[in-house]
């Protein structure tokens, strides 16, 4: 049952065999396809490709119409119609070339007969470079060449090694990508000087090809295995004896070791000759881990290094500190009697450490007093403060211990630090030197550089605003050096204090500027949280920008303002920037006027969106005095000009001449007034002479017509008082002859101011129909502006304005000059003397009177 069980899996691998056999065989049994010469043949050689069809295995129903087709890959190379086809190829490439052949019958289909491959190759070129090696004492020899130019075909190396005693050994590889073979066997150091030949033949169907034979020795080809159980001791804990050991084999003569800080860096050789597996290291530093690596060789001029060992990884013991640490301190004062003394120093390096910082022993001593303060500090911390009276003389010493001792204490005098004017740098600047790099320059004081034993230039991150403790960023340069290059913490887009101390003996000065290393427009303006009116003036209080969109240093900020619902340019103002402002005030808004503001930043790249819009109303008193005050002043100044009299009546003889035609108002006809009627018989109760009644008594339903003479004379030059009317001398007629007295004798049953326009009537015209023209002598006098008739009749309104004096004449020889200016922009007829000839008699009734026809 066993037996049948076991049988089971035989049989079924025999039946896959067959199948697969039979399936081989029966991919051609409608034919075959032949290659000759060979299917191998050399580059540049014909070969020639032949189909035959097997009997019974054409066409079915039309043997004649059978048709055979050659394929080389899928492009027709020949055909033809018949049972047999042969065809020549030439000019095959390098590699494997596959040809088909196919049965067209007269459906169309083809049909697969069968197929062939050609290879084309060359010769194997010969094998160079033969070596050996034997990996270890106890290894087997590997035996490596270089076998030239690729065959593309199949082709076999043969390794062949012979030594002393006819001693032979041959290995072979069917592979013509062989460029190796492992013989298997050892070569022991009994006779290490003992010479072997190796040597490699390469085969093909094309032809052969031999190496040239490599000799050696034992010593030659055995490469030793690498160092092992490699470690290092330090003698008394010490780095100044230490000591690295391993593990190699028994014939190893030669050794190199090679040595690096374990965070990369150059490699230290050291080649050491009978080592014995040991080595002493001299100049290895304190408190520093090493990469440690070891290599053997069995002789000194023959065989091969062994490979590098694993890597040792070691931490030298510690020592006390050797450097000096740099120590820099600011003052700040609390109130009026103390201060606080902030202190800043930088870590040592791992060489200047030699070990690890457990802390910083910090000792702050009045110098005149005596008094001591001593503080251990943590070797996390980097600073310490005090608090310390403003008054005295301070001095610090700061020092680095670890477990074996201390640094030597760095002292410091503790002074004003920005005390000395005369020691204060010139001209100090900033620019950027890359994305993470500035450069400060300045110029040396002027009168104190002699002074200066050194510069300090210190820079910190500025963020206005957060009350976040930004680290302190310095660095030291000698006296004659007028620049510095500053990497440290230095970020783009970011804002830096940067201050230049110049340090003598007891003294300093300083001088600040801002800078960064890269900018650009800030990303938000400033946020207005709070508009107030403070008497008629607007405070505005802003948020300062985030440090993160800020981009650079701001240089300024700007407040815009417009009217609400406007389209007019907003009106701006700019403010310097200062780190601790956030509010400003601003002037020119209107009261009872509602505005909206906002605010922006700009930087050396550009300006900033604006920030929130923020809307302001103002009140109104707060700007009353600006509309009295200047009010009060034009009112004080007007009254004062106009109480100047020649100014006042340049003033009124002004509007007089630039009053327009049409706004002057007619005078009514005189002839028809009540009074002109009533008049006459004022004249005749008056008892005036005959001559005079006759004139005036008329009928008063047809009063008689006075008779006007035209007067033609010289424009009359500028009144003298145009407010005032002026009336002829007593004696005097309006035409310059003599009045008599009973003329002008006033009655008594007259008043002052009848009399007064009796007079007016009589300047204007004659006594009666009878009365005869008179020449004129002396200009007519002009009636003042005020006199105009009221709606009683035609009495003037301003009777009491009328003076109750006779007004003394002008000069003739004044009056005769043309002196009349008109300033009026509008045409005026009545500026023309009337043009009637001499004798020619006017009536009232033709006669217009207004304010326009005044001739001055």
Sequence with gaps: MACTVRGCPLAFIFIIMWLLIKAKIDVCKR????????????????????????????CSSYPSSNKLILYRFNRTIHSQHSHYLSSQVTGL???????????????????????????????????????????GEHGTVVCTWDRGRDTHISTDYTLQLSGPQNLSWQKQCKDHYC????????????????????????????????????TFTFLDIVKPLPPWDIGITFLNDSVRRCTLHWKDEGLVLLNRLRYRFNNGGSWNMVNVTNAKGRHDLLDLKPYTEYEFQISSKLHLYKGSWSDWSESLKKQTPEEEPDGILDVWYKKQHIDYNRQQISLFWKDLSIAEARGKILHYKVTLQEVAGGKTRLKNISAHSSSCAWIIPRTGSWAVTVSAANSKGSSQPTHINIMDLCGARLLAPLQVSAHS?????????WEPPRSAASAVKEYVVEWRELYPGSGKKHPLNWLRTPSYSMSALISENIKPYICYEISVYALSAHQAGCSS???????????????????????????????????????????????????????????LCEIPYRVSQNSQLINGLQPRVTYVLWMTALTAAGESPRGNERECYLQGKASWNVVVAPSICIAVIMVGIFSMRNFRQKVFFLLSALRPQWCSREIPDPANSTWAKKYPLMEEKMQLPEDRLLTARHTPEE??????????????????????????????????????????????????????????????????????PRNPVSPLTVLPVDYLPTHEGYLPSNIDYLPSQEAPGPNPLEELEPQHISLSVFPSSSLHPLSFSYGEKLTLDQLKMGCDSLVL
Aim: hydrophobic share 30%; proline share 7%.
């Design 93 to 135: 490439p390098l590699g494997t070339t596959v040809f088909r052949c196919k049965l067209a019958c007269s459906s169309g289909d083809e049909i697969r007969i069968c197929g062939a491959e050609v290879s084309v190759g060359v010769v194997p070129e010969q094998p160079q470079n033969v070596s050996c090696i034997q990996k």
């Design 31 to 58: 034919g075959n396809v032949t290659v000759t010469p060979s299917k191998e043949i050399s580059l540049g050689s014909a070969v020639n490709i032949s189909c035959y069809l097997k009997p019974q295995q054409g």
């Design 513 to 571: 500027v801002r800078g960064n290393s890269k900018d650009k427009a800030p990303l938000n303006g400033p946020s207005i949280n709070a508009i107030t009116e403070e008497k008629g003036r607007v405070l505005i209080s802003w948020n300062q920008i985030p440090a993160q969109e800020q981009m650079g240093c701001i240089l300024h900020y700007r407040i815009y303002w417009k009217e609400q619902d406007s389209d007019s340019q907003p009106r």
């Design 703 to 772: 009063p008689e017509t006075l008779v006007l003479n035209e007067v033609i004379h010289q424009v009359a030059p500028a009144f003298r008082r145009p407010h005032r009317c002026i009336w002829p001398e007593k004696g005097q007629g309006v035409q310059g002859h003599h009045i008599s007295e009973e003329d002008t004798a006033p009655p008594r049953a007259l008043t002052a101011e009848t009399r007064q326009l009796g007079d007016l009537y009589k300047v204007l015209g004659g006594k009666g129909p009878d009365s005869k």
């Design 433 to 441: 030197e890359g994305i993470n790099n500035m450069m400060v320059t």
């Design 179 to 214: 460029d190796h073979l492992d013989l298997g066997i050892n070569l022991t150091s009994e006779s290490p000087e003992s010479s072997y030949t190796a040597k490699v033949t390469a085969i093909n169907k094309l032809g052969s090809s031999s190496s040239f034979p490599s």
